[in-house]
């Protein structure tokens, strides 16, 4: 199916205080991942398959989802958000690890066949904020730039002039996460507050172009993205149903629920899809349904 959703319990931390029991019913997703799961056992289930899209030229999208300190971003990027690689890296290092070993495997049998073939990786990683687009890569001293919106023909819009880096190694991969990180993290006020209230989306884009003896010296030209969406806090879902959410709850849960909407029109085959709700939903629009897949990994502490 196109559109698969994977649930993930974190282990108890200290600061957790006394367990209550957590029951799962394992019959409401598709994979249930325990405390004691893997980053391996998580990137397998959830990436792989997206990988796999990617080298056949078609889009993939993974969410995490949950409210703030269920490890979303723990199982995105790793321990301390991908800064640290002590065996925990997350699902990007180890899918752009995964990517890179099936590039040179492509490459190499390419050229043995005596066809040309190349591979590109880039990189971009925005953030979606009180229904703006900030681009965190961005070179100006201006660490957070705000980007302009580009409305195109099937309504989604192209967050115009977003910076996007080569990609050569999971190093370079993870030093784009720092970097992203810091220029959120320059926010005066309250740097977790706005963390957990913003969307954090990576794309990563797979441009491949090969020759064939047949193609008559033309070059052909594919390209697919991978997009790894950390999600605002879930909690901000819940706090605007009491009537108390603010300015900035407000417009987070405009993108939460305008994502719950699509994934439930998806998944019903619905006729009408209301991307054009938030702007988190108008951005990924290339990213879902279609020919896309779709990922959801919902975490629980
Ligand atoms: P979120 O991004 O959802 O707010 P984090 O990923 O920051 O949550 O996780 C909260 C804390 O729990 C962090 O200290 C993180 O290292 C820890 N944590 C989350 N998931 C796991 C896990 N599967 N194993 C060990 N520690 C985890
Ligand atoms: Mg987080």
Redesign the pocket.
């Known amino acids: 199916t196109p559109l698969r959703v994977a649930v993930?319990a974190?282990?108890l931390?200290r600061r957790d205080g006394p367990a209550a029991d957590l029951s799962i019913d394992h019959r409401e997703f598709d994979r249930v991942f325990g405390?004691d799961?893997s980053?391996a056992a998580v990137t397998q289930h959830c990436a792989a398959p997206l990988v796999d899209c990617l080298f056949k030229g078609m889009h993939g999208c993974l969410f995490?989802f949950?409210?703030?300190?269920?490890?979303?971003?723990?199982?995105?990027?790793g321990?301390?958000?991908g800064r640290r690689r002590a065996c925990?890296d997350g699902v990007l290092p180890l899918a752009t690890g995964d990517i890179f070993r099936r590039v040179a495997q492509l490459e190499a049998e390419a050229a043995q066949a005596g066809s040309s073939s190349q591979y590109q990786l880039r990189a971009s990683f925005v953030e979606v904020y009180r229904e703006r687009v900030y681009d965190l890569l961005s070179p100006s001293e201006d660490a957070r730039r705000q980007l302009r919106l580009r409305e195109q023909a099937d309504g989604s819009v192209c967050a115009e002039g977003a910076t996007e880096l080569p990609i050569r190694s999971i190093k370079e991969v993870l030093a784009c996460v720092a970097r992203g990180s810091a220029a959120r993290a320059t926010e005066a006020t309250g740097v977790h507050e706005h963390s957990?209230r913003s969307h954090a989306v990576l794309t990563l884009t797979l441009e491949h172009r090969w020759r064939t003896d047949r193609d008559d010296g033309m070059i052909n030209k594919q390209h697919a993205k991978l997009t790894l969406v950390?999600l605002a806090?879930s909690e901000d879902m819940t706090r605007s149903h009491g009537g108390t959410g603010n300015r900035d709850g407000i417009a987070t849960n405009l993108g939460l629920h305008a994502l719950t909407r699509v994934l439930a029109a998806l998944a019903s085959d619905a006729e009408h899809i209301p991307y054009r709700d938030a702007t988190l939903t108008r951005l990924l629009q290339p990213a879902l349904g279609g020919d896309c897949v779709t990922q959801m990994l919902a975490?629980v502490?």
């Open positions: 993930r974190r282990p931390l405390a799961s980053q995490a949950g409210q703030t300190g269920a490890g979303k971003t723990f199982s995105m990027l321990a301390e958000g925990q957990s950390d806090g975490c502490s």
